[in-house]
């Protein structure tokens, strides 16, 4: 990968001692490396930078051997840094200095720590100059710094994937309700290939199918989950993601949503009928509906059944006869959809 890098508070140094700045640098960076590979595994990574414009340091030097030092953030807090070093013989200062285009630099033994995806942030640029002034017969030593602006963007993304690790489900929610989703993130599953990324990872949540996705070079996935719109309720649901080769899982606690029910009218005379009508319930189930009173002479309970419309829907007549005055309760319970549903009327 190469691009042009804009470095800025360029400083030089001679022996330590500053001569003079410069305030921006443009040249191009080009970086080599393998962009998916295992974690704790030697790697090389070749840089370059394009050549150094003449006059950057103030003399000729004989026996002159130069060094390039690139720092980088990694994008998830760190910086690393690589270096390189080759003789150069004589060095011309009026002509420009060479800084890998022509035989790159290689950094060997390179290795990522964990799995992840790791950016080539550029960060800083050191370039020392160590050799003997022609015909002076002592030592010289001379640097030139540059710093990357604030935040600067990656030039290059390698995907680090851990075979040997345990896959592992994780998410901010202990608690989920039917039809609703959350986020869920998966790592150390079976990683992709950038060239081919099409391995499923199937979720289940119980026995119920969620979805199939996919993980990426590092073998991690990021996606919101929806809860099956009637999945059973339990306070340690399990909930596992099976690739070809791993499987993870955690437990939630899954609360079911609660119906809806209305009483027609809200005063009946008693003997006469009432509609129970709900909402929010499983099409084609039975619902159980309840109708109670806690006093008053006469009958005190009446259990009925009614079945689910395709829009979840449901209306049940029912007829009071000898029904007790008073306040009466209406409890609808789905044994399909897990839901609940209340209501209250009165017969006078």
Not at 312 to 336: C, H, I, N, Q, Y
Request: hydrophobic share 35%.
């Amino acid at each position: 990968m190469a691009d042009t890098v804009s470095y800025t508070s360029c400083d030089r140094e001679l022996d330590y001692v500053p001569y003079g700045a410069s305030t921006q640098w443009r040249p191009t960076l080009t970086i080599d490396t393998p962009q998916v590979v295992p974690v704790r595994s030697n790697q090389t990574v070749a840089f370059s930078l394009s050549d150094l414009p003449a006059d950057t340091f103030p003399g000729d030097v004989a026996d002159a051997t130069l060094s390039l030092t690139l720092t980088f953030e990694d994008g998830r807090g760190n910086t690393f840094g690589l270096t390189g070093e080759r003789f150069v013989g004589t060095f011309d200062a009026d002509a420009p200095l060479d800084l890998g285009s022509d035989t790159p630099f290689e950094f060997h033994e390179f290795q990522y720590a964990d799995s992840g995806w790791y950016d080539f942030r550029p960060k800083q640029v050191e370039i020392g100059l160590l050799g003997d002034p022609q015909g002076s017969g002592s030592g010289f030593f001379s640097t030139y710094v540059c710093d990357q602006a604030v935040a600067p963007e990656p030039i290059l993304q390698v995907a680090a994937y851990d075979p040997d690790a345990d896959a592992r489900l994780e998410t901010r929610a202990t608690t989920v309700r039917q039809g609703e989703g959350f986020d869920l993130r998966g790592y150390d599953f079976a990683a992709e290939t950038l060239e081919d990324p099409d391995a499923d990872i199937e979720l289940r949540l119980g026995g119920l199918a969620l979805a199939g996705v996919d993980a990426d070079a590092t073998g991690a996935f990021s996606e919101p989950v929806v809860v099956p719109e009637f999945a059973k309720p339990g306070g340690s649901v399990v909930l596992r993601g099976i690739d070809q080769t791993d499987q993870a899982q955690l437990t939630l606690r899954v609360v079911a949503r609660k119906g809806v029910a209305s009483v027609a009218p809200r005063a009946v005379a008693t003997g006469r009928s009432a509609t129970v009508r709900g909402s929010a319930f499983k099409p084609g189930e039975r619902v159980r509906i309840t109708l109670k009173t806690r006093r008053g002479a006469g009958v005190r309970v009446f259990r009925v059944q009614a079945t689910v419309g395709p829009d979840g829907t449901f209306s049940k007549r029912v007829r009071l006869a000898r029904a007790a005055k008073g306040g009466w309760k209406v409890d609808v319970a789905g044994p399909e959809s897990y839901r609940k549903a209340t209501a209250s009327f009165r017969i006078r």
